[in-house]
């Protein structure tokens, strides 16, 4: 009798707390606790005691901070970060696998072909996380078998210096006027994944003539497209093409004389995404953070970092949010060879 | 027992080599040995698994010469490997044109503050590379460039930029000045121990400063400059930081850029990758043979056991000019970069310019106290660096004794397998490493062990080259005495040749700890949450565009260094007054080595 009434008192306590939560009043100690231990995936992966991410997604300061709201809330799970860029991760991981070596738990990276590829060697196990629920509706099912799952959302679009730009281009097309010419900055195709995905998307949208018209406008061309941030902020250019939404948004809110445009002719989404892989280590410690991912305290998190969050009822940064911006993803079973090509047809027209 | 000889090579000191065998066989085969089994570990094993997999297709995983026909038939794999030559040339040029008289002036010569510019000099050689070019980028990016602003404020608003850092003269002059201390340290370190009597000759016979430092005092040196030109010219070759950030503006490719294209591709084509480094292997092969060539079997034996240096070449009125002009590196890799850097890091938002509101130590807070792994990656770049350093300065130095004395049937070969690392970029390396001791019997995955046995490896061509040249300089006849005198061939290492090497040792090991402390790409698929390194922060930090901390934590990365360096200031005089007491007329050096451990 004890037991039981003590149970139905933390379930009420938890069930009162998610709604706190969900009110947008960071959930108190006692809550957190109540809903946690209750939880039979928490219990089993606490005695797995551990967990490895092998994330890409998400810079270093987001990542830890989503990392210590996991251990604070799931107490007794020692989490190990190794935090790379995606394509090393994956690469690494790639290695692993070839070697029979099983470290990781749970994969995290920003290009959906690494998960395509793992599904088909069997590297994956399928998850269906209960929290997935509260994921936005176009992305919620990436994949019929749930082997993989949205980790992070990420928006390509225009950023430029307010104080040297009265009116910034306003779409994609626009950056093609006469008057950018030589004022444009942007990431390489070649090194940045999310390049490539633009260069893909504006392809598709407008052909090669817009990579050519885009190459008159002689871009300086760097690596990442953070580099168009460095690059504004030190004067160098003063409009940045294919330019990181959130990142730009943070050096913003820091005090930067930057500001970002979402084009009318669609910002470029992104995807990253998330895995269990089949061989990991703590299975379960891998689905509770999985399921964490989609918890409201990460939404915060990611809300706080100028991220896109990954839940339908937690609103963006400064009350932007999906369904506000036009947007456009690529999408396709063939996107590798896409890739490839755009990449080709960059370095012939654009550099 | 004429078992130690510079002047008989090949066979005959084998020949002679072996009654020794006889008497001490043991202790002999343990040494050898350990030699074979470290190099074979460090360096035939993961570069092994390089060759192998440049031999594989990366989609079916066959085997395949597919990999090397790509490259030979495809233009755009081939002009990177000419933009990469040309790079590595102009870098090795500017750095032993500016090292080598830079070397004399503070080794040979009553310049003013020479000990200033040896530490300005090593500071310029604390700096990771893609630092020193993220500095310039703020001093001379065409448009926003600091110098170009200010040339503009003097030449008209419509004045062209005076310099542009996004060229390929850019890139070479960054790579100059980042490798110029390679050879200022090689070959300073040769003259510290270069004895004087060949410089009082032609003094005597009424040869001048300059014709005396040309024809006698450089020409002595003659090894350590050419290892010093190799040296430069193979990181000329493998720098990725520099080319990545100032020749992808522009769209010249290199080697290194093209690798990281490899990687980037999905699927990745690493084994391409391994194959695209051969071509680097070849030509430095080349150099290597050059440099045989070049020297042949002259002897450039200055320390015999009699005087030694000490009397410093007087400038007379040149002596400030000179000062000046040996100013002018710490200047262009030292003060102006860093002084970039520096505000950058001072600034809470670094886009808002100067004022005392923007104004902030917040970063240094950041990366001390704010960041959870700073601390472990603080601790973790140091004890790797401090052990791996040791490791490959001890194993470097006797792989060069075992080489330069011809101690064993074969010892060149040891020579040329000590010298393979370093000329394989490091993310190649890195794969090989991981393919190496991922598997049974040698499971080393995820162990420190592992990341301070990639590092040892990959800067072992550093320490085997830096005492090589210093051992090029001391002549055998000290060593025959305690030999004859019962010695055996390790104590007489231990006791002779190690005490003679002495302040070139501890330069040694500076040589390979600031690179190894600085490192990056050879750790790639080597570290794990709980062997993460700094300079892996550091790169998050910058992929993640947070510059601010990227700034600041360079900072500090180049204040501990420093400090380092100043701790080994001490040591630094402990071997001065040895000299100095040699000096005096002992004909035997203190038994007691001094190797920093």
Redesign the interface.
């Known amino acids: 009798m004890m037991e039981f009434s003590r149970r139905r008192l933390l379930q009420t306590g938890g069930l009162v707390g998610t709604a706190l939560v969900t009110g947008g009043l960071a959930g108190t100690a006692f809550s957190r606790i109540a809903s946690a231990a209750d939880d039979p995936l928490y219990a089993a992966a606490k005695k797995e005691g551990a967990l490895t991410l092998y994330w890409g997604s998400y810079e270093q300061q987001t990542m830890e901070a989503i990392r210590d709201a996991f251990k604070a809330k799931y107490p007794g799970i020692e989490v190990n970060l190794l935090r790379q860029a995606s394509q090393t991760v994956y690469t690494r991981l790639r290695m692993e696998l070839q070697s029979g070596v099983h470290e990781c738990d749970s994969l995290g990276t920003t290009n959906m072909l690494h998960y395509t590829e793992l599904k088909k060697i069997g590297a994956l196990a399928p998850f269906e996380p209960v929290d997935g629920v509260h994921i936005p509706d176009a992305f919620r099912t990436l994949d019929p078998d749930k082997m993989f799952h949205v980790g992070a959302i990420s928006l390509t679009s225009i950023n430029f210096a307010p104080g040297k730009v009265p009116s910034p281009p306003q779409s994609w097309q626009a950056l093609l006027e006469d008057q950018w010419q030589g004022k444009i900055t942007t990431g390489s195709p070649a090194f940045s994944g999310d390049v490539a995905n633009w260069v893909v998307a504006i392809r598709r949208k407008y052909g090669d003539d817009f990579l050519r018209a885009f190459g008159k406008q002689k871009p300086k061309v760097g690596q990442s497209n953070v580099d168009t941030v460095t690059d504004i902020l030190a004067g160098e250019r003063v409009v940045g093409s294919g330019a990181p939404f959130s990142y730009t948004l943070t050096q913003k809110a820091a005090g930067n004389p930057i500001d970002v445009v979402a084009p009318s002719d669609d910002a470029i989404l992104n995807l990253g995404v998330t895995g269990i892989l089949a061989k990991a280590p703590h299975p379960n410690a891998a689905r509770l953070f999985t399921n964490f991912l989609y918890s409201t305290e990460v939404s915060m998190i990611l809300q706080k970092n100028y991220w896109p969050t990954l839940r339908k009822d937690v609103p963006w940064a400064e009350g932007r949010a999906l369904d506000q911006l036009k947007w456009y993803r690529n999408t396709g079973d063939d996107l590798g060879p896409e890739v490839a090509e755009g990449i080709a047809k960059w370095k012939e027209l654009v550099r | 027992m004429g078992v130690i000889s510079t002047d008989s090579p090949d066979s005959a000191a084998a020949a002679t080599a072996r009654p020794v065998m006889a008497r001490v066989p043991l202790a002999r085969t343990v040494v050898f040995g350990a030699v074979a089994l470290l190099l074979f570990l460090l360096v035939v094993l993961p570069f092994g698994w390089v060759l192998n997999n440049s031999f594989h297709d990366d989609l079916t995983g066959a085997w395949t010469l597919g990999n090397y026909a790509r490259i030979f038939q495809s233009a755009d794999l081939l002009e990177p490997l000419f933009n990469s030559l040309l790079l590595a040339v102009a870098t090795a040029v500017i750095a032993v044109g500016i090292g080598v008289p830079l070397a004399w002036l503070v080794s040979r010569t009553d310049l003013p503050f020479r000990r200033t510019i040896r530490v300005l000099t090593l500071t310029a050689f604390v700096t990771p590379s893609f630092i020193g070019a993220t500095g310039w ?2 001093l001379a ?4 460039g600091w110098l170009n602003a200010l040339w503009r404020s003097l030449a008209g608003a419509e004045a062209g930029p005076l310099l542009n850092i ?1 060229s390929m003269t850019g890139a070479i002059f960054i790579c100059g000045i980042y490798t110029v201390p390679y050879s200022f340290t090689m070959v300073s370190s040769a003259l510290d121990e270069m004895a004087v009597e060949l410089e009082d000759a032609a003094a005597t016979l009424g040869s001048g400063t300059l014709r005396t430092m040309l024809s006698i005092t450089i020409p002595l040196v003659t090894p350590a400059v050419i290892a010093s030109f190799i040296l430069s010219f193979i990181q000329g070759l493998t720098l990725f930081g520099v080319p ?2 100032l020749l ?2 522009t ?1 010249i490719p290199v080697v290194t850029t093209k690798l ?2 490899f ?6 084509e ?1 084994y391409m990758a391994a194959a695209y480094c051969m071509p680097l292997l070849l030509v430095t092969a080349m150099l290597f043979w050059m440099r045989r060539r070049i020297l042949g079997r002259k002897q450039f034996v200055t320390i015999s056991g009699k005087s030694r240096a000490g009397r410093r070449i007087a400038l007379g009125a040149a002596r400030w000019p000179a000062f000046g002009a040996a100013l002018l590196l710490p200047l262009v890799s030292v003060f102006l970069p860093y002084a970039a850097l520096l505000l950058v890091s001072l600034t ?5 310019g100067l004022s005392w509101e ?1 104004l902030s130590l917040h970063w240094y807070w950041w990366a001390l106290f704010g ?3 700073t601390h472990t990656a603080i601790v973790n770049s140091l004890l790797f660096s401090t052990l791996a350093a040791t490791m490959c300065v001890m194993l470097g130095t006797v792989v060069a004794y075992i080489v330069e004395r011809r101690m064993v049937f074969g010892a060149s070969l040891f020579g040329a397998v000590a010298t393979v690392p370093i000329i394989i970029p490091g993310i190649v390396m890195s ?1 090989g490493f ?2 190496a001791y ?2 049974a019997p040698l499971n080393l ?2 162990t420190p062990l592992l990341l301070v046995a990639a590092f040892a490896a990959t800067f072992l061509p550093i320490a085997y080259a830096h005492g090589g040249s210093i051992l090029k300089g001391i002549g055998p006849e000290l060593e025959r005495a305690a030999r004859s005198l019962g010695a055996g061939e390790g104590r007489t290492f231990l006791s002779i040749t190690i005490p003679l090497m002495g302040g070139g040792l501890l330069s040694g090991w500076f040589l390979v700890f600031i690179p190894i402390i600085r490192e990056l790409s050879v750790a ?2 080597l ?4 062997t993460n390194v700094m300079t ?2 550091i790169y ?2 910058k ?5 601010e901390a990227v700034c600041a934590m360079s900072v500090l990365l180049l204040l501990i260094t420093l400090a380092l360096v100043a701790a080994a200031g001490p040591l630094t005089r402990l071997t001065t007054v040895r000299r100095t007491s040699r000096k005096s007329g002992r004909k035997t050096a203190p038994a007691e080595g001094v190797l920093p451990t």
Do not use: H
């Open positions: 980028i703020l990016a065409p448009n926003s996004y990545a950030f992808t503006p769209g990281a294209e990687y980037q591709l999905f699927p990745p690493i809470r938002a670094w886009g808002q923007n960041n959870s792994e794969v991981f393919a991922t598997r995955y995820g790639v698929f570290i794990t949450p709980k892996t922060l998050n930090a992929d993640g565009g947070n510059y």
